[in-house]
């Protein structure tokens, strides 16, 4: 299918649910399926955004802004992942925590306000990746159209911009818990400070960026094509003092640039194998280019 027709696909599913609650996080794949709830529901569409300390203000800001211009209902909900020791240790499966407090706190609001339905930005392109927090939807009953229509991430970026959305380009920004190797303990100080530092080179014009914690050092990643001209045109030892003002004692640049999933590399060196083995949300081949998610909620909440 072209990105024309799953569009259409993806309205269709959408006409087949009464109501709908979406998982909304502000980024450029929840953002398209809050779209297209809202063009098919109306009113019947809630956006609903979790604020936690790995979210960075700004991103909370664009996703009030996104909402208020397509429309949709939007409320913000708090999150607690921050007080279970089992995220916040940082295991291999710390998403599946995160996305089970998530869940957790929007599964009960659906049922309460009649929601039947509670649906996410997961892509096709999500996959085939570690992801353990997709399970932790699947097992509490939530859909993921774009995945089940089969729409990767290039083409979320394509049927955005095919519908006018200004902030189809917009680069992925997972939340800043993120930035952790597994195994380095997640606390709110150092979220705090990997948020200051990405916030001061996004001032100085940098936009794809990553600012990785590895204990007292920050790893600063960004685009291999750009990494030339950062290191000519920054002035280093101002860099290098602001870094240490938010917290860390030194400052690195990562010459290979920003990989998205490069902290997964660890896990195929220890076991040998792609992490996406690792999950139990399995994918098997569906008709029409479709993706079926084995397990999925494709049932309403009862």
Known sequence: ???????????????????????????????LVAKIAYDVLGDRALAVTAASPSLLPEELADARRQAAEIGIAHEIVATHEMDNPNYTSNPVNRCYFCKSELHDTLKPLALARGYPYVVDGVNADDLGDYRPGIQAAQERGARSPLAEIGVAKAEVREISQ??????????????????????????????????????????????????????DTARIELPPEQITEFVSSTELPKLVAAFQEFGFLYVTLDLEGYVSGKLNRVLTQTVGRHPSHWTNCLTEAGDRGRIRLRGFGAKPFS
């Open 1 to 31: 299918m072209d990105k024309e027709q799953k569009l259409e696909e993806l309205k269709s599913l959408f006409a087949q649910m009464d109501k709908a609650l979406i998982a909304y996080s502000g980024g450029v794949d929840s953002t």
């Open 162 to 215: 095919l519908l006018g959305l200004p902030w189809w380009d917009k680069p992925a920004q997972p939340c800043l818990s993120s930035r952790f190797p597994y195994g380095e303990e997640i606390t709110i100080e150092k979220l705090q400070r990997i948020g200051r530092g990405e916030r001061y080179l996004r001032s100085l014009g940098w936009q794809n960026i990553r600012v990785r914690s590895e204990g």
